[in-house]
């Protein structure tokens, strides 16, 4: 009798109960803003103090009031003359002041008109001004950026450059961030050889080199993780059960490539039942069917497909928002957009594709000619992923939800 096809879960349900399981991670660490990058703020940054401090001059030019310059040509007296960091004296009617940027506009004056509207006279301090200014003009405000008070960055942001400069613009030189997650990763199978180990001219039938290491490995310290790399464990219960023994003592995540289907050499998912629970292993994607969660005392278990395609895209649709989660990211999921489709799909699948794609010069989508889980090339030609629901097929002209490496990779 044969046995019954297990039933699939789809993606959404996966990942819901995923998180579900992503308890945040204990401990915060206390890091120089020069060394935040990519880390996890812990803490709300308030501000104390509004930024500019001070109105300023947004240009190299001369402050003045806009009074006396009710039309171009008018002449007036500069008389003091101040750069970025000095405090000028306030302006007198009839006067102006020599300004460059980011310099405090003075007491008196209401608006800058940059340089090149205005002519110095020879054998004089006056000025003339070719043009009648607005008040207010090239004059950034007190507290236009940030108010006193403000929270400027939020917990659970991840920070990026962008982020640290505008921490450091309110005087934050330390942040309070979460603690990276340990992470121990290892593949299976005794048919995967290291690069630099076997030269490819004398590699023995059926020997392939051991590509998801070093995309895994990379994935995950973009992430932030701390990545201890346990290397391949041979295809045997034994070993696979005293790898993932040790690894569970010191790890806060134990991720693994290959072994988790049904094979007779695939011995993880029953070395996890031994050693801890198992909670789910397929998901109704493709590629990337089997996928296996579970726990080993307090670690987390992750086991990936040996595809490797099936093994990067489960990554970014699967283990990509646990870590996150795990480290108190707010927003996890990754923005996408209606894109045209320039290519036919006709082949619908009962479950959910993530199609290799490539942006094209006419703002429509190229496909990877061949969408085989083992085709690496497709992940690097490509730029992104169709998301293409279940049992859906593409005809070239549709809209299809496209979502960007650049957003699933950092």
Known sequence: MTAARPTLRPLD??????????????????????????????????????????????MDG??????????????LRVTQRIPA????????????????????????????????DCEALPESSDLRVNTAPQPGQWIRRAGEDVTLG?????????????????????GM?????????????????????????????????GAIYNSNRFFLRSLLVRLGCVVTDLGIVPDQRAATVDALRAAALTHDVILTSGGVSVGEEDHV???VAELGRLDLWQIAIKPGKPFAYGHIG???????????????????LLVRPFILSLMGVR??????????????????DRRREFLRVRRNAQGGLDLFPNQSSGVLTSAVWGDGLVDNPPGRTVVSGEAVRFIAFSDLLS
Not at 331 to 348: G, H, N, T, V, Y
């Open 13 to 58: 349900d996966a990942l819901a109960e995923l998180l579900g399981h992503a308890s945040l991670l204990e401990g915060l660490d206390e890091v120089s803003t020069f060394d935040a990058d990519g880390r996890v703020l812990a803490l709300p940054v308030v501000s104390g103090l509004q930024v500019p401090p001070q109105d300023n001059s947004s």
């Open 331 to 348: 927003q996890i999921a990754p923005p996408s957009a209606e894109l045209r489709a320039d290519f036919d799909w006709p082949r619908a």
């Open 150 to 170: 403000a929270t400027v960055l939020v917990a659970g942001q991840r920070l990026s450059p962008a982020e640290l400069g505008l921490a450091a613009s309110v």
């Open 298 to 316: 307090q670690a987390h278990f992750l086991g990936l497909p040996g595809n490797p395609v099936s093994s990067f895209v489960t990554f970014l």
């Open 269 to 271: 998912k029953p070395a």
């Open 173 to 205: 030189a330390t942040l309070v961030v979460r603690r990276r997650p340990r992470v121990a990763l290892f593949s299976t199978g005794d048919e995967l050889v290291m690069p630099g180990e076997v030269a490819p001219a004398d590699m023995h039938p």
């Open 85 to 116: 960091g000095a405090v000028g004296s306030a302006v007198q009617p009839g006067c102006a002041a020599r300004i460059f940027t980011g310099a405090p506009v003075p007491e008196g004056a209401d608006v800058v008109v940059m340089q090149e």
């Open 62 to 75: 001369y402050a003045m009031r806009s009074t006396d310059v009710p039309r171009a040509g008018i002449s």
